[in-house]
């Protein structure tokens, strides 16, 4: 039985190229190196004249005199020969992404550990000086690094070791004598002290700071599920509600046709009726007109007498002579009828639906938008404004797509409406406003109050009771040609800013914030209210005689 002992090739290896040794020699320190390997790293030790072992750095004045070790040589070539000799792995070997040993010649090992004395990486071989030799135990060892030469000063190619307090970076003991003289300064491993203990206090912080936010990672969390959880149930409870709704109108739309039909049949039938009995008398009469045609042409004077008394008398008509027929209007009532209460689906529809509107809206609180800041910013909630011609006073004159309002002195032709101001000169939006919007005012001649209002604000009655800004359902801001005042429930507060032509409207109904803007060139902020709007708001202008307001489409 083959009784062989496999061994490690690393005790066969010259420590710098490490492969197996080729033409061994042995120095007087006792460590074996490849000839070449050895005459190599010498020849760069030839400036100091100082010539050293490159694992135990034992140093030799001169440099010493090389002869080839015979036994050792055999000894690794009959080894060699008979394969009892583990191959290095593969894996030892450096690849591209690892540090090298700086030591090692050909091809390199990776490294285990970087010195930051030497400052060198070295492979397991040779790094074993480090944990033998007195004077390299005291060397400070860390993981393998490719930026130790970052520890070197560039300036006086030593060890940086000092840490310059004075300039914030690490230096060499030469850099203290030189341009950091005067500064304070510490051994950078009582630097690294220091910070090491504001970097606990910093990830102490940061921890805390993690742990509470992830806490309120979890309670977004919960809300989006619970958000999901409500918007679904108020989708499917709504689309019930709605389904409910429309089976209700095409019930009705069914219950209308079928009592117009049903009608419809009862007169036609009626009629009917009277165009039988109509041709039935007709027939009669033509028959008796006949008769006495004939009666007539009749030349024996007895005959004409004696048949004269019975045919000459005429039965009564069992109808009028005439009949009257109603225009083509048998139905117009009932489609009036509907209409008008299509109409009134559309108001109820039109402000029930602003009030669900403003319901969803009322749920964005939670994470809240920062106030735009330019105007670019505001025209992203640009909303466009139309004016309600129920709302409008008789003297204001509606143009431009119901976005321009003129003061006249003629009364104007609206339909009689319950929405219209009677008293005061003023109008509404036909939009109602949550959420957030902004929009703009061009105002021409005399002053115009630009103003929001809630929908139930009184339309005739006193001032106080009409008038925007006089009650405590509306906001109003009064320019004039040389100023501003702005007006609610009554009460006057005066506003400094430049006057302009222009004035902008942000509100965010949620947060309940109202803002007026002079918009030229610039924003500039005239007045800002907070406060708690619990309806829709609706726009509105006030103007008095020589002047218009136009609400500007800015999209």
Same mark, same amino acid.
């Given at each position: 039985?083959?009784?062989?002992?496999?061994?490690?090739?690393?005790?066969?290896?010259?420590?710098?190229?490490?492969?197996?040794?080729?033409?061994?020699?042995?120095?007087?320190?006792?460590?074996?190196?490849?000839?070449?390997?050895?005459?190599?790293?010498?020849?760069?030790?030839?400036?100091?004249?100082?010539?050293?072992?490159?694992?135990?750095?034992?140093?030799?004045?001169?440099?010493?005199?090389?002869?080839?070790?015979?036994?050792?040589?055999?000894?690794?070539?009959?080894?060699?020969?008979?394969?009892?000799?583990?191959?290095?792995?593969?894996?030892?070997?450096?690849?591209?992404?690892?540090?090298?040993?700086?030591?090692?010649?050909?091809?390199?090992?990776?490294?285990?550990?970087?010195?930051?004395?030497?400052?060198?990486?070295?492979?397991?071989?040779?790094?074993?000086?480090?944990?033998?030799?007195?004077?390299?135990?005291?060397?400070?060892?860390?993981?393998?690094?490719?930026?130790?030469?970052?520890?070197?000063?560039?300036?006086?190619?030593?060890?940086?070791?000092?840490?310059?307090?004075?300039?914030?970076?690490?230096?060499?003991?030469?850099?203290?004598?030189?341009?950091?003289?005067?500064?304070?300064?510490?051994?950078?491993?009582?630097?690294?002290?220091?910070?090491?203990?504001?970097?606990?206090?910093?990830?102490?912080?940061?921890?805390?700071?993690?742990?509470?936010?992830?806490?309120?990672?979890?309670?977004?969390?919960?809300?989006?599920?619970?958000?999901?959880?409500?918007?679904?149930?108020?989708?499917?409870?709504?689309?019930?509600?709605?389904?409910?709704?429309?089976?209700?109108?095409?019930?009705?739309?069914?219950?209308?046709?079928?009592?117009?039909?049903?009608?419809?049949?009862?007169?036609? %039938?009626?009629?009917?009726?009277?165009?039988?009995?109509?041709?039935?008398?007709?027939?009669?009469?033509?028959?008796?007109?006949?008769?006495?045609?004939?009666?007539?042409?009749?030349?024996?004077?007895?005959?004409?007498?004696?048949?004269?008394?019975?045919?000459?008398?005429?039965?009564?008509?069992?109808?009028?002579?005439?009949?009257?027929?109603?225009?083509?209007?048998?139905?117009?009532?009932?489609?009036?009828?509907?209409?008008?209460?299509?109409?009134?689906?559309?108001?109820?529809?039109?402000?029930?639906?602003?009030?669900?509107?403003?319901?969803?809206?009322?749920?964005?609180?939670?994470?809240?938008?920062?106030?735009?800041?330019?105007?670019?910013?505001?025209?992203?909630?640009?909303?466009?404004?139309?004016?309600?011609?129920?709302?409008?006073?008789?003297?204001?004159?509606?143009?431009?797509?119901?976005?321009?309002?003129?003061?006249?002195?003629?009364?104007?032709?609206?339909?009689?409406?319950?929405?219209?101001?009677?008293?005061?000169?003023?109008?509404?939006?036909?939009? %109602?406003?949550?959420?957030?919007?902004?929009?703009?005012?061009?105002?021409?001649?005399?002053?115009?109050?630009?103003?929001?209002?809630?929908?139930?604000?009184?339309?005739?009655?006193?001032?106080?009771?009409?008038?925007?800004?006089?009650?405590?359902?509306?906001?109003?801001?009064?320019?004039?040609?040389?100023?501003?005042?702005?007006?609610?429930?009554?009460?006057?507060?005066?506003?400094?800013?430049?006057?302009?032509?222009?004035?902008?409207?942000?509100?965010?109904?949620?947060?309940?914030?109202?803002?007026?803007?002079?918009?030229?060139?610039?924003?500039?902020?005239?007045?800002?209210?907070?406060?708690?709007?619990?309806?829709?708001?609706?726009?509105?202008?006030?103007?008095?005689?020589? %002047?218009?307001?136009?609400?500007?489409?800015?999209?």
């Amino acid at each position: 039985m083959d009784q062989r002992v496999q061994l490690n090739q690393d005790n066969f290896s010259c420590s710098i190229c490490l492969d197996l040794l080729k033409d061994p020699v042995t120095i007087l320190c006792g460590h074996s190196y490849c000839m070449n390997c050895i005459k190599d790293h010498w020849n760069g030790e030839d400036q100091r004249r100082i010539y050293s072992c490159p694992q135990c750095r034992k140093e030799f004045i001169p440099r010493p005199v090389l002869e080839k070790n015979i036994m050792f040589a055999a000894l690794a070539e009959d080894l060699k020969k008979t394969g009892l000799l583990d191959a290095p792995a593969d894996h030892c070997y450096a690849g591209p992404e690892d540090v090298a040993c700086d030591v090692c010649t050909g091809r390199k090992m990776k490294a285990v550990k970087s010195c930051l004395f030497c400052p060198a990486s070295y492979c397991r071989n040779h790094l074993q000086p480090h944990y033998d030799a007195p004077p390299l135990k005291k060397h400070k060892l860390v993981d393998p690094s490719k930026n130790l030469q970052e520890n070197i000063c560039p300036r006086h190619d030593e060890v940086m070791k000092i840490f310059c307090r004075t300039d914030q970076q690490c230096i060499c003991y030469l850099c203290t004598m030189d341009e950091h003289k005067g500064h304070e300064t510490v051994p950078a491993a009582a630097e690294r002290t220091e910070k090491q203990k504001e970097l606990q206090v910093s990830r102490q912080q940061i921890q805390q700071r993690i742990q509470d936010q992830e806490k309120d990672l979890k309670l977004l969390q919960q809300e989006v599920e619970a958000i999901n959880v409500s918007a679904d149930k108020a989708v499917e409870d709504s689309e019930k509600i709605f389904t409910e709704l429309i089976h209700l109108i095409q019930k009705r739309r069914s219950d209308v046709k079928q009592q117009i039909r049903s009608q419809q049949k009862t007169e036609v %039938s009626r009629v009917k009726d009277l165009q039988e009995k109509l041709e039935q008398e007709i027939t009669e009469l033509k028959r008796k007109d006949a008769d006495l045609e004939q009666l007539s042409n009749t030349e024996d004077h007895n005959q004409f007498l004696h048949n004269y008394p019975s045919l000459s008398a005429l039965s009564e008509s069992t109808h009028s002579s005439s009949i009257n027929i109603h225009p083509l209007r048998y139905f117009e009532d009932v489609t009036a009828a509907v209409s008008e209460l299509r109409d009134k689906l559309q108001d109820i529809l039109r402000d029930t639906w602003t009030n669900i509107s403003l319901r969803v809206t009322e749920g964005d609180v939670l994470l809240s938008e920062p106030e735009p800041k330019t105007r670019a910013d505001f025209l992203e909630y640009s909303q466009e404004i139309t004016l309600d011609p129920n709302t409008a006073n008789m003297k204001l004159l509606l143009s431009e797509g119901n976005r321009k309002v003129t003061r006249m002195k003629q009364q104007q032709f609206y339909p009689d409406h319950p929405d219209r101001f009677t008293d005061v000169k003023q109008v509404l939006s036909r939009e %109602s406003l949550t959420g957030r919007c902004y929009w703009e005012v061009e105002r021409r001649g005399r002053g115009v109050d630009v103003a929001v209002s809630y929908k139930n604000i009184n339309r005739a009655g006193g001032l106080n009771e009409c008038v925007f800004g006089a009650n405590d359902e509306s906001w109003s801001l009064d320019c004039d040609t040389h100023c501003y005042t702005f007006y609610h429930n009554n009460i006057l507060t005066p506003v400094s800013g430049p006057v302009s032509s222009r004035i902008g409207v942000y509100l965010d109904h949620t947060a309940g914030i109202l803002s007026f803007y002079s918009v030229s060139k610039t924003m500039t902020l005239l007045h800002r209210v907070k406060t708690t709007f619990t309806q829709p708001l609706y726009a509105g202008v006030c103007v008095p005689v020589g %002047s218009s307001a136009e609400f500007i489409n800015l999209k």
